[in-house]
């Protein structure tokens, strides 16, 4: 089955206490992404990354950090991770970086205390 | 800058009636694309419909249709005798034609359908 795995469904953590949320997709795609949602502000892009070895920032990159080395991988790293990254985040890919639709993971609840 | 605005923030509607979710969008560019999204209370993201700007002819899908109107930067959204499994948060999103696959969302209209 085609689909975007996120691990974990939840995370709670403590200020500071570095922590990585996986994403893996299975369908080949170039392009993935990370969203993080908040209520009344929808959805906002952190990172993407167009393919191998290349990411990017998105509107809200602060305090965050990713990697690209596989094709199918795309952690999202919170190095140290704060009350206001507070959220539900999403993984997404699409097979290129070209105005495609994207699928999204089932996204992370995490909560930082 | 782009930017997609959702004034409903919450609708409630008794099953069977019809509802409008209403989507306004703000853009620079010519080529655009806009999206709408389903998030049940599952929690996961599901597309419902992709749109460029150069196609203005409405769409429905079954009990779904969109209305597209480039004057008045709207792609508005209906659902005609509404269920209770539609319920859930939906979101129009907007995506620039140079911007890569970066979707600019609005934030969001929760739809609550009741028996």
């Known amino acids: 089955e085609a689909q975007v795995t996120q691990n974990p469904r939840y995370l709670i953590t403590v200020t500071g206490k570095k922590l990585t949320v996986t994403c893996s997709q299975n369908?080949?795609?170039?392009?993935m992404s990370w969203y993080r949602q908040d209520p009344g502000l929808g959805l906002r892009q952190i990172y993407y990354?167009?393919?191998?070895?290349?990411?990017d920032k998105g509107d809200v990159p602060e305090g965050y950090k990713v990697s690209r080395k596989e094709k199918r991988n795309f952690p999202l790293i919170l190095e140290s991770p704060s009350p206001n990254q507070t959220s539900l985040y999403f993984c997404?890919?699409?097979?290129?970086?070209?105005?495609?639709?994207?699928?999204f993971g089932s996204g992370t609840q995490l909560s930082v205390l | 800058a782009q930017k997609v605005t959702q004034a409903q923030t919450e609708i409630s509607v008794v099953e069977k009636e019809d509802v409008t979710l209403d989507c306004v969008y703000e853009?620079?560019?010519?080529?655009?694309?806009l999206f709408w999204y389903k998030q049940p209370p599952s929690g996961e993201l599901v597309f419902l419909i992709r749109?460029?700007?150069?196609?203005?002819q409405n769409e429905i899908s079954g009990r779904y249709s969109w209305n597209f109107q480039k004057s008045t930067s709207s792609f508005n959204f209906t659902i005609t005798a509404s269920q209770v499994v539609d319920s859930a948060v939906y979101f129009c999103?907007?995506?620039?034609?140079?911007?890569?696959?970066?979707?600019?969302f609005g934030g969001g209209t929760r739809l609550m359908v009741k028996p």
């Open positions: 853009t620079r560019d010519t080529t655009y694309y």
């Open positions: 369908m080949n795609h170039e392009y």
């Open positions: 990354s167009m393919n191998v070895e290349v990411t």
């Open positions: 997404a890919s699409s097979r290129q970086a070209t105005n495609e639709k994207l699928f």
């Open positions: 999103a907007l995506s620039e034609l140079d911007a890569g696959n970066m979707l600019t």
């Open positions: 749109r460029n700007s150069f196609d203005e």
